[in-house]
């Protein structure tokens, strides 16, 4: 399967990745040489085969259900998740107008 | 005093304890180590207060007679890749250049808390893409290794963790953190004559460690020599609530039960790695490892994992998948870079910001995971690459009916020049061969140096053992270091 410049595109505008011309010169043949080479799963008999959905056996933990138990993941922190923020106003993300 | 940096780890603290040397003395020597050596761009940002600080409280804690951590006294470079408190944290990628973590991760907690100290941030691939280190945003990596052929050609120090592997390669640190998801501890160690050791998946937690592929991202020491990897190891593992696949699992003393006697033990050597082409030098080295482990009393058996060659197509699968969803964060809102075009909304401003922000290794990464996950794909490419990781975890398993470790080599080729696998990203990614099936079946494996190659170049042994059996590994990776009498260092030249 190879794909077009337009569906590279769109792969890219799905993304959230701006490209330009430029950009998709060689994001298409790169593309098409990465897809070729991994074209050759196909080749696998997995009728009878689950796909993995864990590496190591795994029982999935529930955390008790107390408010801040792990100070260090716990609420109460806006200005340590506000400090790396590019534009924070009033205690809030900023960000370009999103309603007209 | 001069040579406190060819040191290794388990020398300096056994040192510092015994008070052969105080802390600060090491971190002075280390800092300045560091501070010279800019040419190999190993480090984007270097920390010599928190080195000396950490050795200050080291030799108080001794002068106190207060009991020391496993990794007191010894400073060591740090894979920006791990969230550390008010020190720029990158990935190597500018769209997170100026980010300072209000957290500490896991790993590197409990390093310091084990007495470790900062020698700096290490270079890396940008968000680990990579096997050369020359996708950073800060520049490539220098391996300190050149070849004896004449060429003054500078050498990739591998990837991702290449800044990890040359500074512990060129005495700027005894030993440092690295990330491995599909060999980024592995094969820049081969590349640069050191050990490292990936351990099983969820041993060291993933919390406060730059997310790449979550199911593969899998923490681990990089140093000098085996035992070294095993003492650092033991700090860096263990149970953390905060990572949902941390292994609920005790500790083993690793370091304390290193034991280079094979006897009765079983080294399954696996027939499809023998590939049509492979180096002779790289198959030279691997006979040579057969041969040390039967000097060590081993048996060694023939193996056969029959989707081997699927392995790295399924890898190119997964990880950028998982890779395009944990990237989906930066988006120039909560932290990092913001681009925002004059008269820009929030959809141009995310797409803006993400064109500016990623180097094009990682927008390929994103771009290939946005596509094998998109609707109408996803079942033939992320459903059929997870049914063959089953295959290639099935295959380990059989396998380790028969044997206890798996030898093979690290990597097909020793390192290569920079800029010489660059346009072809398919080149690059048949790198990482062989290091890729252990990563897919979460097992731990460990490269150890074996020999120099005729261009004066390390190779390096990998072994693959079986899901936490992490001593295996190391027991069969200090049989091959007594008997490789590998000790070459490169040459200075920087």
């Known amino acids: 399967m190879s794909v077009t410049r337009e569906q590279v595109a769109k792969i890219a505008s799905l993304a959230r990745i701006k490209v330009d011309e430029g950009d998709l010169d060689h994001f298409v043949p790169e593309f098409n040489a990465i897809l070729g080479f991994v074209e050759q799963l196909g080749e696998v008999d997995t009728s009878s085969v689950e796909p993995m959905t864990a590496v190591i056996p795994q029982h999935l933990r529930l955390r008790d259900d107390v408010v801040d138990a792990d100070p260090l993941t716990g609420g109460g922190k806006q200005a340590e998740v506000l400090a790396n923020a590019p534009v924070a106003e009033h205690g809030f993300f900023g960000v370009p107008k999103v309603i007209e | ?494």
């Open chain 2, 1 to 494: 005093m001069s040579d406190l940096t060819n040191l290794g780890v388990k020398a300096i603290r056994d040192g510092v304890a015994a008070g052969d040397f105080t802390a600060r003395e090491v971190a002075e020597a280390f800092n300045a180590n560091v501070a010279a050596a800019a040419d190999l761009n190993a480090f984007i940002v270097t920390t010599p207060e928190h080195a000396l600080a950490a050795a200050d409280a080291v030799d108080a804690k001794r002068a106190a007679g207060e009991e020391l951590g496993t990794m007191a006294g010894v400073p060591i470079g740090m894979k920006d890749l791990f969230a550390t408190r008010g020190v720029q944290t990158t990935a190597a990628s500018a769209i997170l250049e100026g980010f300072k973590p209000e957290y500490e991760s896991t790993v590197s907690q409990k390093l310091w808390d084990a007495g470790a100290g900062m020698l700096g941030k290490l270079n890396l691939d940008q968000f680990a893409m990579g096997s050369s280190n020359e996708t950073s945003h800060f520049g490539n990596v220098a391996n300190p290794w050149k070849a004896n052929d004449g060429g003054n050609a500078v050498l990739a120090p591998g990837g991702s963790s290449g800044g990890s592997s040359a500074a512990v390669a060129a005495r700027l640190a005894p030993a440092a953190t690295g990330t491995d998801t599909g060999g980024s501890i592995r094969q820049p160690a081969a590349f640069t004559g050191i050990s490292g050791i990936k351990p099983t998946y969820g041993r060291c937690s993933r919390w406060g460690i730059v997310a790449f592929a979550s199911s593969l991202d899998q923490a681990g020491p990089m140093a000098r020599s085996v035992e070294d990897c095993a003492v650092m190891l033991g700090a860096m593992a263990g149970f953390d609530p905060k990572d949902s696949t941390s292994l609920d699992a005790p500790v083993p003393d690793w370091a304390g039960a290193l034991n280079a006697d094979l006897r009765g033990k079983k080294v399954g050597i696996p027939k499809e790695y023998r590939m049509d082409g492979t180096d002779a030098e790289i198959l030279a080295s691997w006979d040579d490892g057969i041969a040390w482990l039967k000097d060590a009393g081993a048996e060694v058996v023939d193996v056969s994992l029959p989707h081997t060659k699927y392995a790295l197509p399924a890898y190119y699968i997964v990880a950028p998948a998982e890779a395009s969803s944990n990237l989906a964060r930066y988006d120039g809102v909560r932290y990092g870079l913001r681009d925002l075009p004059e008269g820009a909304g929030l959809q141009d401003m995310y797409a803006a910001t993400r064109a500016a922000g990623f180097g094009p290794e990682v927008k390929r990464r994103i771009m290939l995971g946005t596509y094998v996950l998109s609707a109408g794909f996803y079942d033939a490419y992320y459903t059929q690459a997870m049914k063959v990781r089953t295959l290639i975890q099935r295959d380990f398993n059989e396998a380790f009916d028969k044997c206890d470790v798996i030898l093979a080599p690290t990597t097909p080729t020793a390192a290569f020049p920079l800029g010489d696998k660059l346009d072809d990203p398919l080149a690059m990614y048949l790198n990482d061969v062989f290091s890729v099936p252990a990563s897919l079946a979460g097992l731990p494996a460990m490269s150890v140096p074996s020999r120099l190659n005729a261009k004066g170049l390390p190779l390096g042994l990998q072994l693959v053992g079986k899901a936490m059996d992490e001593q295996m590994v190391l027991n069969a990776g200090l049989a091959i270091e007594q008997r490789s009498g590998f000790d070459a260092q490169p040459e200075k030249w920087w």
